[in-house]
């Protein structure tokens, strides 16, 4: 059976992140969240004192992590996939471009291990988890970042009723406007596999927009978008429609978000 999309690695280097474009399209929906979480400082609460700690950011991404984690006091890198995305990093510490579910860092080696918002891309998550355990340290801590099942639900939708009015709707992993793969539940499971009584710390909030503009920009950078082929336009359109129709109606429009930050140590 062939990956979807959205855990296919040669579609997430060359289209999806070959740049951080999208990515930033996405990020930019929670300019407006009430009230708004800082994941960042989050991420530092939940790991405590880094001060002189090697710290590892797998799929990090245009570097979203790694000056809060340097502002800290640790050694940081960062490790991903796709060299578009690494190649954006400002002031970039050492990065190197790898695959998480075969990292080329020797065993027991890092304080902390951080995953945040990409088990959802790996092919085998499992896997993933067995290489952060296996280059961490003893007594080493690693931190998984996934969402909820109710996260940007809202958008979903309104979104799916225009798939299945076109005949579009196909797997949720591709189709859906949000990555259903690697639920916080799934997530535990899979970090419980290799770490004892991982904890779990939830953080949820809602956007509320009174514009319809930031949803459709989130919707239109999408997998999802893309895989309606000619019909991206149509669909994005009446998306928008949706989005306005409620906001005039309530006068605004809520979605909620779900993220869980998993948090466990090395025995």
């Avoid at 800290?72 to 510490?93: E, K, N, W």
């Avoid at 080329?104 to 990409?118: K, R, S, W």
């Avoid at 003893?138 to 979903?156: C, I, P, S």
């Avoid at 709707?169 to 004892?196: I, K, Q, W, Y």
Wanted: glycine share 8%.
């Amino acid at each position: 059976m062939s990956q979807p999309k959205r855990a296919d690695t040669r579609y997430l280097r060359e289209v999806a992140y070959a740049d951080p474009s999208g990515l930033e399209a996405r990020a930019r929906l929670f300019d407006f969240q009430h009230p708004h979480i800082d994941l960042q400082a989050e991420a530092l609460g939940v790991l405590g004192p880094l001060d002189g700690r090697l710290v590892a950011d797998i799929g990090c991404g245009s570097g979203r992590y790694l000056d809060a984690l340097r502002g800290a006091g640790s050694q940081v890198f960062g490790v991903d996939l796709s060299v578009g995305m690494l190649a954006a990093v400002p002031d970039p510490p050492v990065l190197i471009a790898a695959d998480a579910q075969s990292l080329p860092l020797t065993d027991a080696a890092i304080d902390v291990v951080m995953m945040m918002h990409m088990l959802y891309h790996v092919p085998d998550p499992v896997l993933a988890v067995a290489e952060a355990a296996r280059v961490l340290r003893r007594g080493g801590t690693v931190l998984v970042a996934t969402n909820g099942r109710r996260h940007l639900a809202e958008m979903n939708e309104l979104w799916f009723p225009l798939l299945d009015r076109t005949g579009m709707r196909g797997s949720l992993e591709d189709t859906g406007l949000v990555n259903p793969r690697v639920t916080a539940d799934e997530a535990h499971h899979f970090v419980a596999m290799r770490f004892p009584d991982p904890d779990v710390h939830w953080l949820r909030s809602s956007v509320i927009v009174t514009d319809a503009a930031p949803v459709v920009r989130h919707a239109a950078s999408t997998t999802a978008a893309q895989a309606v082929g000619e019909l991206r336009e149509e669909l994005i359109g009446e998306l928008s429609d949706a989005i306005t129709s409620q906001i005039r109606r309530d006068g605004h429009f809520k979605i909620t978000t779900s993220v869980a930050f998993l948090t466990a140590t090395k025995a």
